[in-house]
Every structure is written in structure tokens, then in C-alpha cells.
């Protein structure tokens, strides 16, 4: 049953857990076993729990003979890693950095603390990039993380190893952040589901910060689920968090329906008139047409959105200037000589009159349509790009700067502050993972779940897995 419990989801294995079919060992040793047998392949993770999550496992298994059914937090039991950015009490946390490479916190972020208080196992810390600042996962500290649908190629990043370990059934929940893409793409890339959340919807440790945001990967999207009802909403040491009444996520996402009569989607293959992959353009489009005939009425729309690129140089270019910041990757210190030019002015008109420029195109788009659909990246996965950080060109085009061009179609979603969710639409001629994101209003994300879940069951995916691990 090993195997078989590998493939499943947390909500269902929270679910076997809650009727006794399965004891907390059984599902974290299957993930372990997973770990094991792949990880040599995948390079997913930083620190790998081996002992600790199995000691933990068996003293859920005896907790779980002593209480009722009733009684068992939400995640009881369950596997679950955290990307290696996101503080853990009492296990490392490098950031992706040598010079963190034996930094072990004394407490966990908001956001882990109440995935462990929810009786999550967590089996170890997944691979980032140096401080997330870059958008492959590769560091000088863990190496480069592989793509389980293609070893050899890019998980994306900044969570490359959160999505990786989800799809080689090394986790069924994995838990990441999000500042331009880096849930969403990576999900992308390896052919699970990524959620960046509303802005505030789950606290931040940085209560100034109100682009990044903590967010969950999963095979399906009742997993996603799962870890926002467990996560989203107020906290005091986030002051700008958001309280959250509704609390039956998982509920109302599984109720959705896959018939889409009369619900008005938006479609926007190419925003900002930036290149998109011909193939990513046809999955895509494709899996749009199946939206329509499941009854959603879909447009074309035009989204006059800022340069991306020039808005990343211009918004996130001081971060890559401060002085304590070693960026010992190329395409970080390139990215660091771009940023040179921003003055604050230049920052300033960045951080809030382009923002509202970016959040008043969106709500233009939501003035007359429910969802807005377009590509989660302008290229399906592609091969290790050494020193370059990215994909050189887009077909036959030529990009400006291939480290940022590829989360070019995620970066404006977050200044937005709208939720944003990456789903497989289906593969190119290589077999390679295209993603499909679907936006929503700012605070509408258990709406997008459902929509999500809709084409879940219209197009499911989940049987799907990578060649070398069937």
C-alpha cells in the first residue's frame, strides 16, 4: 500500500486518517520511502526528517487511538514540507545561503506554526534559490533541483523544490511563497497546483511586505484547500493580515460543479503584447475551449498592463542593491546592475503609482467578467540555463533579460494583491507540464477554488505522472 499512499492527496489522506483506514506512520513513511528511492534524482530538499517526522508519526499513531474523530485537528498526520525560506523552530533554515547553511530558528513563521498546530508532520525543507532571488532552483549551497517530469530541466523557482517533491510523490502538501511567480511557476513547470493567496489573506512575518505571500502547492485542489483554510486569516504580528470568517474551504471547493453555465471568463493569451510560446498558446487555448463547453462564457480581453520586466527591475531592484545581500549566482548579479539605474523616485513611482496602474487594469477586467484566464509562463519547462537564470529566447524571440522574462505573466498578479492559481492545462510535444492560471477579485480565492476545481474535474490530472517514477 506504500505506493498507493504516496500518490494520494492530503485531504485524503487527512480523511483515512480521520476513519482509521491509515495510521500517521503509514502515510509518512510512505512519503519518506519516496524520498529515499528519488531525492538522489530530484534534489528537492535541504534537510530531509527522516527520525524526527517518524517519531512524530508514531506519537500521532498512539494520540490517535486516545481521542475521537471529532477531536483531531484538520491536518492531523499528514506529510508536509516547508520551503527553506519559511522559519522552523528547532530545524535548519538556510534561505538558500552557505552563509545560513547551520541557522536553526527558535520559532516557527505564523504560517508553519498553524500548519503544525493543525497536526501537520513536517518531513523536511525544500529547496530555494539564494533568499528566493532567483527564478530557477539552484544555489551554492544545495545545488540544482531537477524536474521530475524531465531530469535536466528547470523546476522554475523560487519554491522549485516544494513543487518538485509534490510531484514525485514526495509529499502530498508542500508549502512555499509567492512574490512575482514563484509558487505559481514552478507548480507550473511540474505539473501540480500553486496558489498565491489574496494579498494578507495568510500573515506575514514581514508586516511591511504586501507583494510576497505565503502559499500552498498540491496535486489537486482540495489539498490547496486545505492548507488556506488552515492558514488564511488575522494575526496580530501581521497588522495587515485579513480576518477571515468562512472556514469550509475543503466543503465548498469539492461541491463545486463542472458545469460552468453562464460564469464569465476573461482570456488574455499574450499580456502586455509580450511573446508566448506557440505550444503553451495551443494547450492553453485548448483547455479554454473546454471551459466554454462545459457552458462558461469566455472573451478575448486586452490587458494594458506595465512592462513586467522593467516593473521587476524598478520595484524589486533595491533588494538586489542592499549591501548584505551576497547574490553569488550570475543572473542575480545581473539582475543587480539593472537595478543600479532605480533612484527613489523611480522605486517610489514603482511602488505605488504603477501598483495602482497594475490593479486598475485587473479590475477593469473584473468589472465585467467573474475569472481572467491566461498562461502561467511564456515557455514550457526548458533545459538548465547555467549562468543565465533563464530561457534565452520565446520560439524565435529574443529576451531581454532571460532570469526574469519567464515569471513575466505572474509578477503583476501580485502587486494586484488578487489570488492567482496555476492548474495543468496539459503538456507540449516533449511531454513537458503547461500551466493554466486562473485569477479572481481580490478575496474572491474560494471562488477561484472552485473554478479550479471545475476544470479539475473536466480535465483531471492527477493520474498523470512523470515517466521515470511510473
Known amino acids: 500500500m506504500t505506493n498507493e499512499l504516496a500518490w494520494l492527496d492530503g485531504h485524503e489522506i487527512a480523511a ?18 519516496q524520498v529515499s528511492n528519488h531525492e538522489s534524482q530530484v534534489n528537492a530538499f535541504v534537510t530531509v526528517l527522516f527520525e ?16 475521537g474523530a471529532h477531536e483531531l485537528p484538520p491536518l492531523f498526520g499528514v506529510p508536509l514540507t516547508v520551503k527553506d525560506l519559511a522559519p522552523t523552530a528547532g530545524v535548519r533554515t538556510t534561505f538558500g545561503s552557505t552563509a545560513f547553511a547551520d541557522h536553526v530558528p527558535s520559532e516557527d513563521s505564523i504560517s508553519v506554526g498553524r500548519l503544525r498546530g493543525a497536526g501537520a508532520i513536517l518531513i523536511g525543507k525544500t529547496t530555494t534559490p539564494e533568499f528566493g532571488m532567483l527564478g530557477v532552483t539552484e544555489s551554492a549551497l544545495t545545488g540544482i533541483t531537477n524536474n521530475p517530469w524531465r531530469l535536466g530541466f528547470t523546476t522554475g523557482g523560487s519554491s522549485g523544490g516544494a513543487a518538485a517533491a509534490v510531484a514525485a510523490g514526495m509529499a502530498p502538501l508542500a508549502w512555499g511563497s509567492d512574490g512575482g511567480g514563484s509558487i505559481r511557476i514552478p507548480a507550473s513547470y511540474c505539473g ?19 507583494a510576497v505571500t505565503d502559499g500552498p ?8 484547500a486545505l492548507m488556506l483554510e488552515v492558514t488564511a486569516g488575522f494575526d496580530p504580528r501581521s497588522p495587515h493580515s485579513t480576518p ?30 509580450g511573446p508566448v510560446a506557440a505550444e503553451v498558446r495551443a494547450v492553453v487555448g485548448a483547455a479554454v475551449a473546454r471551459l466554454a463547453e462545459a457552458g462558461a462564457v469566455v472573451s478575448e480581453v486586452r490587458l494594458d498592463l506595465p512592462d513586467p520586466v522593467e516593473y521587476f527591475i524598478d520595484f524589486w531592484g533595491p533588494f538586489f542593491l542592499a549591501e548584505d545581500a551576497p547574490l553569488p549566482h550570475p543572473a542575480m548579479r545581473e539582475v543587480r546592475e539593472a537595478a543600479g539605474r532605480v533612484t527613489l523616485a523611480s522605486y517610489l513611482h514603482a511602488s505605488t503609482v504603477t501598483r495602482g496602474e497594475i490593479t486598475r487594469v485587473y ?35 529574443e529576451v531581454r533579460y532571460p532570469a526574469i522574462d519567464f515569471h513575466r505573466l505572474t509578477e503583476s498578479a501580485s502587486h494586484a494583491g488578487i489570488p492567482a492559481i496555476t492548474v495543468p492545462a496539459g503538456s507540449n510535444s516533449e511531454g513537458l507540464p503547461i500551466g493554466m492560471q486562473l485569477h479572481a477579485p481580490q478575496h474572491q480565492d474560494i471562488e477561484l477554488l472552485r473554478l479550479a476545481r471545475a476544470w479539475e474535474q473536466i480535465a483531471p490530472w492527477r493520474q498523470i505522472l512523470p515517466e521515470f517514477l511510473r
Open 16 to 33: 483515512l486518517i480521520r476513519t482509521r483506514e491509515i495510521k500517521p506512520s503509514e502515510a509518512v513513511a510512505a512519503a519518506l520511502a
Open 52 to 67: 524526527e517526522a517518524m517519531s512524530a508519526a508514531e506519537q500521532a499513531d498512539k494520540r490517535l487511538m486516545e481521542i
Open 192 to 210: 501540480v497546483v500553486g496558489l498565491k493567496p489574496s494579498m494578507r489573506w495568510i500573515p506575514g512575518d514581514q508586516p511591511w511586505d504586501t
Open 217 to 224: 502547492l498540491s496535486r489537486t485542489v482540495a489539498g490547496i
Open 244 to 273: 477571515i470568517a468562512r472556514k469550509d474551504f475543503v466543503a465548498a471547493t469539492l461541491a463545486a460543479s463542472p458545469d460552468l453555465s453562464g460564469v464569465r471568463i476573461a482570456v488574455a493569451m499574450t499580456p502586455s503584447d
Open 363 to 397: 479590475n477593469d477586467v473584473f468589472r465585467d467578467h467573474d475569472f481572467l484566464i491566461t498562461p502561467t509562463s511564456p515557455v514550457a519547462p526548458f533545459v538548465h540555463p547555467g549562468a543565465l537564470g533563464g530561457a534565452t529566447h520565446v520560439d524565435e524571440t
